[in-house]
C-alpha cells in the first residue's frame, strides 16, 4: 500500500558558542575526554570559566597562557543554551570581557550539556 510515511521528527536543541583559553596541560585532560568534557578543577581553582568572545578568549590565550606555559590554544564549544541561564553573564573588565562563572562542584553537570565536541580554533606561541 503506496500512501504517506511518517517524517522523523527532529528537534534541534538550541545552543550557545563559548570559548575557552587554555594552556597544553588542560588540552590534554580535554583531548583524553574524546573532545567531550573539561577537567575538574584544581583545588585551587573553584570556578570554571569559560568567556562569550572570541577575541576575549583570543587576547587570554596569546597574552597569559603563552608566557606561562610556553603554548596557548583558544577552544570553542556549544552548550545548551537553556542550561546556561543558571549561570549570569559576568563583566570581568571593558563591555566585551564577559565570562560565565560555573562552580567547579557543577562542571560534570556542565559538561553533560556540552554539544559536541570542543575544537581548538587558535594556537598561540611565542615570537621567534
Given at each position: 500500500m503506496n500512501g504517506p510515511t511518517a517524517q522523523p521528527v527532529t528537534s534541534v536543541t538550541p545552543t550557545t558558542t563559548l570559548w575557552r583559553p587554555t594552556g597544553p596541560a588542560e588540552l590534554a585532560l580535554v583531548e583524553a575526554a574524546d573532545r567531550r568534557a573539561w577537567p575538574p578543577r584544581l583545588p585551587d581553582q573553584p570556578v570554571f570559566y569559560p568567556v562569550l568572545n572570541e577575541d576575549y578568549a583570543i587576547?587570554?590565550?596569546?597574552?597569559?597562557?603563552?608566557?606561562?606555559?610556553?603554548?596557548?590554544?583558544?577552544?570553542?564549544?556549544?552548550?545548551?543554551?537553556?542550561?546556561?541561564?543558571?549561570?549570569?553573564?559576568?563583566?570581568?573588565?571593558?563591555?566585551?570581557?564577559?565570562?560565565?562563572?560555573?562552580?567547579?562542584?557543577?562542571?560534570?553537570?556542565?559538561?553533560?550539556?556540552i554539544v559536541g565536541r570542543i575544537e581548538v580554533v587558535h594556537e598561540f606561541r611565542p615570537a621567534s
Open positions: 587576547r587570554i590565550a596569546r597574552d597569559w597562557n603563552v608566557p606561562a606555559s610556553g603554548v596557548g590554544y583558544v577552544t570553542r564549544f556549544e552548550v545548551e543554551t537553556a542550561f546556561l541561564a543558571r549561570y549570569p553573564v559576568r563583566r570581568a573588565g571593558g563591555r566585551t570581557i564577559l565570562e560565565l562563572w560555573v562552580p567547579a562542584e557543577e562542571l560534570p553537570e556542565f559538561n553533560r550539556h
